[in-house]
């Protein structure tokens, strides 16, 4: 498994994430960097994402969309607070408007990544989530449970072909 | 708001539960009610310390205090608790599927790696003879 840790921490509204990636981290970078690459990851298959705006820089930022089973459309945004490729990498992640403005109501989610060499050519990705409140929390989890049914069905898709 | 409905404010139930000792009298509460004496028995500190923690735990509407005879029942509400917990698993599902999805991209030939890499068109075919 990918994952081999993930430590919720309710009192400082965070989610720390560590996952070992069959690749170095020049490679895994890309992931981020890329945004044909970052389209394939972020959004599930039924919702997914198509960055129309990313610039993987301090003080730069990225537009995105995701499009639903329906044709039904959500917008995000990222702002890029640091960077330091091919090593760490922080970001703020939340919801805009159908012109791509940033939604200031809805809640925002502050990323920090890290990438770290783990032999064989592998690397160690550390994610740490941090919410500003517990209600954007909730807010957000609750919007997200698509993903979460989604991603719960495509995990029966792969049992049953199996 | 989940936490909210039930009775409680969602800051003040992940505040409660940021304290061992009121994590551990929620757990001990949910299996069965305990009086606040019996409770303040099982801890190094002072009845009126657990009392405090009780209020506190009370409040965020994780346990509900019921009088019986003389004493105080603390009971576990084991909706908030779930609802409480339920928000950040959500995230976590997002996250893993996203790492799913990098691993798979990462398991892909090195070939469609070097075409995703550069931002020029695929190559046209060569036309047909």
Known sequence: ?162 | MVVDQQGGDADRVFAALADATRRDIVLRVLQHAESVSALASRYAMSFAAVQKHVAVLERAGLVSKERRGREQLVSGRIDAVRAAARSLQLYEEIWRGRIGRMEDLLAEPLREDAAWLSSAPPPTPPPAP
């Not at chain 1, 990222?78 to 090593?87: I, Q």
């Not at chain 1, 919410?131 to 898709?157: K, N, P, R, S, W």
């Open chain 1, 1 to 162: 498994m990918a994952v081999i840790s993930t430590t919720p921490d309710p009192s400082a509204r965070t989610l720390t994430l560590v996952a070992e990636l069959a690749a170095p981290p020049a490679r895994v970078w890309q992931l981020w960097s890329d945004p044909r690459q970052l389209e394939r990851w972020w959004g599930p298959p039924t919702w997914p994402a198509t960055f129309v705006e990313h610039d993987l820089v301090a003080g730069g930022g990225s537009r995105y969309r995701m499009t639903g089973p329906d044709g039904e459309q959500a917008h995000g945004w990222w702002s890029v607070l640091a960077v330091d490729e091919p090593r760490s990498l922080e970001l703020e992640d939340g919801f805009a408007d159908e012109a791509g403005q940033p939604v200031p109501d809805l809640p925002t989610t502050r990323m920090r990544v890290r990438l770290e060499e783990a032999g064989a050519g592998s690397t160690r990705m550390t994610l740490v989530s941090e919410f500003a409140t517990v209600e954007q929390m909730e807010q957000l989890t609750q919007m997200g449970m698509v993903e979460g049914l989604t991603l719960a069905m495509g995990q029966m898709d792969e049992l049953l072909a199996a």
